[in-house]
């Protein structure tokens, strides 16, 4: 169990670029999330993938942004065209379903902490 | 929609003492889950306790437990025996167990609590 690792873990860009952002969650886990935290607040969730099927998207996940998993193993999280706003740590979990789990804990990463400049 | 309040936005407390951290939650649920997370200065969300709605005892982890009260719809997090690695902050969060919710987590906005030697 290597844990959830997020690449990279800051990154510094000018408005209006393009970002992408990438997460390897622990292997044997089928469901992906990533969150959103802004300086002095709780991490707010964007997005989830059960495997490769992305099965709900956050209202604060605008047409900017685009989360992909496409073998049901690491996920991306790209942004385009950032924006001040998007400005926050990007934190990606994951966690394994089905018979045999006790609870619902969430691993977390590092997390990704982009600043737009 | 569920909500966490964490009504304490920093406090202090004295190496080797206890500190209880507050929590209040609002859901229409019926089964939900309990959870508080530790978030140091390095960014990761370190899971700490669990609790059930169904659960009829309180969780305990080790010098963590949690004191749930669900009439109240509180689920406040005791730390026994402060030390100094404690300081952080720390989030309350809900999930949702039914299916079809997906398990995501709702955050509170965090109290940071600060140890002194």
């Known amino acids: 169990d290597t844990g959830v690792s997020q690449d990279p873990r800051h990154k510094i860009t000018k408005r209006g670029q393009n970002v992408t952002f990438r997460c390897d969650p622990i292997s044997e886990h089928n469901r992906l999330y990533w969150y959103r935290q802004t300086l002095g607040q709780g991490p707010e969730f964007l997005t989830y993938f059960q495997n490769e099927a992305q099965l709900e998207k956050s209202r604060l996940l605008s047409d900017r942004f685009s989360a992909e998993r496409p073998k049901g193993s690491f996920s991306t999280l790209e942004i385009q065209r950032t924006e001040q706003g998007d400005s926050a740590m990007y934190l990606c979990a994951s966690r394994a379903t089905g018979a045999g789990q006790t609870n619902e804990k969430l691993f977390f990463g590092s997390g990704t902490q982009l600043s737009v400049l | ?117």
């Open chain 2, 1 to 117: 929609a569920q909500k966490i309040t964490q009504t304490q936005p920093g406090m202090f407390v004295q190496e080797k003492e206890a500190v209880t951290l507050d929590c209040t939650y609002d859901t229409s649920d019926q089964s939900y889950g309990l959870f508080w997370y530790k978030q140091p200065s390095s960014g990761e969300m370190i899971f700490l306790i669990y609790q059930g709605s169904y659960d009829e005892q309180n969780a305990t982890e080790g010098r963590y437990s949690l004191n749930f009260q669900k009439a109240r719809k509180s689920a406040n997090l005791v730390i026994s025996a402060s030390q100094l690695g404690d300081s952080a902050m720390y989030f309350c969060a809900m999930s949702q167990t039914f299916k079809a919710a997906g398990n995501k987590l709702t955050f509170g906005g965090g109290t940071r609590v600060l140890v002194k030697p």
